[in-house]
Every structure is written in structure tokens, then in C-alpha cells.
């Protein structure tokens, strides 16, 4: 049995480390609800913006330079993970996934490009000599549309004008508080979302003015801003959430840790006065004999 000295010392660095989780737990949690406020109220949005581009797209056969379909040579992967740790398994399946992603298209034969949003993939990826990584981690200080829009804009630059073929992004989808949602989207090329049965979400009675080709290569980048704005809020909600769920896994640990420590230590000492009993007893009876 360890002795009291040591039983202590464990007890003061679990006490410790409790209090940290606990006040982290605390300050994800108030960070988490002002990422799910954005994420919720950017959500529908994003979703109607993408209706009307499906309708077009779907009804009329109209198409843009991002409609783009031709053989992928290079592509580029969005891979979205934190700027810190200590949310379980957050970061580590993105990156499980981005890895997998990467030797798929190796195996296609096409060159690989990463545009790394988060510290942790920036550092993980960029270890590797063959691939192209360029870091955006400020991102995630401050996601302003407009610092985000930017980064989109670069992409559909160069996918309009045959610098990359094909752009991917992963991340974790925002889900709840307890889980999230790993997630690879394509980006570039736009794909064309058919209607269940042949039919529109809209009304086909609009008249539009200018034509359907103007409305739609205005309308494609401003959703393809929307939609990496989203991404970015979606991996931030669910990363505060994350986040918060294993402090509070660690804290209750801890908590169990203590339970268990105290109760050794208290059998420790009840031992240690155990044995000064029966030493003193033992002297007075030798005394007496």
C-alpha cells in the first residue's frame, strides 16, 4: 500500500487537474452556444440559396464555368480541424479521413494540394514532404464572412480558370453537444441535386430578368461562399462541443479518481494508527513483564 506522503500528493495533482477540466468545461460551454447560435441561423440560408440553385439547374439544364466536369490532375483538399486540443477524437478523425482522401488520389494518379484550416492539420500534413499545404488558421480567431469568402474566391479562381480540377472539403458536421458528423463534401465542380420525382421545390411560374444564365453565375459563387462559411461554422460548433463533452468526461474521471485515492488514504492512516496502537501496547506490556 503507498504511503501516505505519496497518496497525498496524488490527491492535491487530481484536485488539480479537476478544477482545470471543470473551468474548461465552462468556458467551451459558453463558447458552444455562440457557435450553435451562428451555425443554426446560417443553416436555412445556405439551404434555400442551394434550392434555387437546384431548381435552375435541374429544370433548365443551365450551366457554369463551376459546372465544369473534366479529368481531375489536381486536386485540392479543404481539410477543417482546431487550432487546440483536448476534444477527444475531433481532430484525429478528420485527419483519419483527410489521410485516406490523400492516398485515394494518389493512387488516381493527380497532384495533391491541402488548404489547412487549423493548427492541428497544418502541423499534422504539412509533415509530409510531397504535399503542397497552405495554412489558414487565422480563420478560426475570427471567421468573418468576408476572411472565409476570400479563400472560396481563390478556389473558384482557380477552378474556372483549369488550375485545379476537383476541390474536397472535410470536416466534422455539426450535430449536438455529444456528437458530430464527419463529413467529405465536393465543392468544385458543382454538382446538379435532382428533385425527387422530376419535380421542383419552386414555382415554375417565375419570369426571370436577366436571364437564368446571368441569375445563376451570379448566384453559384455567392452560394459556394455561403456553403464554406458554413463548413467553418459547422467544424467550430462542433469542436466547442466536442471540447466541452470530454471536460466533462475528464471531470467526472476525476472525480472517480479522488473517490478511490481518498479511500486508499484513509486506509492508510487508519493502518499507520493501527500499527503506533499496537507498538505502544507492545512496549507496555514489555515494560510490565
Not at 484536485?15 to 436555412?44: E, L, W
Not at 455561403?226 to 460548433?237: E, P
Amino acid at each position: 500500500m503507498a504511503n501516505l506522503k505519496e497518496v497525498r500528493t496524488r490527491i492535491a495533482s487530481v484536485s488539480s487537474t479537476q478544477q482545470i477540466t471543470s473551468a474548461m468545461k465552462m468556458v467551451s460551454a459558453a463558447k458552444f452556444r455562440r457557435a450553435q447560435n451562428a451555425i443554426i441561423g446560417m443553416r436555412p440560408y445556405a439551404a434555400q440559396l442551394q434550392d434555387i440553385i437546384s431548381d435552375i439547374d435541374t429544370g433548365d439544364g443551365v450551366r457554369t464555368p463551376y459546372h465544369a466536369e473534366r479529368p481531375v490532375h489536381t486536386v485540392v483538399l479543404v481539410v477543417v480541424t482546431s487550432n487546440k486540443g483536448l476534444c477527444g477524437a475531433f481532430n484525429s478523425n478528420v485527419l483519419k479521413l483527410a489521410q485516406q482522401r490523400i492516398e485515394y488520389w494518389k493512387q488516381q494518379g493527380a497532384d495533391i494540394q491541402v488548404e489547412s484550416i487549423g493548427k492541428k492539420a497544418s502541423e499534422m500534413l504539412s509533415r509530409q514532404k510531397e504535399l503542397t499545404v497552405r495554412p489558414h488558421d487565422e480563420l478560426l480567431d475570427n471567421p468573418a464572412f468576408d476572411a472565409i469568402a476570400t479563400l472560396a474566391d481563390k478556389l473558384l479562381d482557380d477552378f474556372s480558370e483549369k488550375r485545379i480540377d476537383r476541390v474536397e472539403l472535410i470536416y466534422n458536421q455539426f450535430k449536438n453537444s455529444l456528437s458530430q458528423i464527419l463529413s467529405c463534401e465536393q465543392f468544385l465542380p458543382v454538382t446538379i441535386k435532382h428533385q425527387e420525382n422530376g419535380k421542383s421545390s419552386m414555382r415554375n411560374d417565375y419570369i426571370f430578368e436577366p436571364s437564368k444564365e446571368d441569375i445563376l453565375r451570379e448566384m453559384i459563387p455567392l452560394t459556394l461562399r455561403s456553403t464554406f462559411y458554413r463548413v467553418v461554422l459547422d467544424s467550430l460548433a462542433a469542436e466547442h462541443g466536442a471540447r466541452m463533452t470530454a471536460m466533462q468526461k475528464a471531470t467526472d474521471n476525476a472525480t472517480e479518481l479522488l473517490k478511490d485515492l481518498r479511500l486508499s488514504y484513509n486506509k492508510a492512516r487508519q493502518a499507520s494508527i493501527t500499527n503506533e496502537i499496537i507498538e505502544i501496547v507492545s512496549g507496555s506490556e514489555a515494560l510490565k513483564g
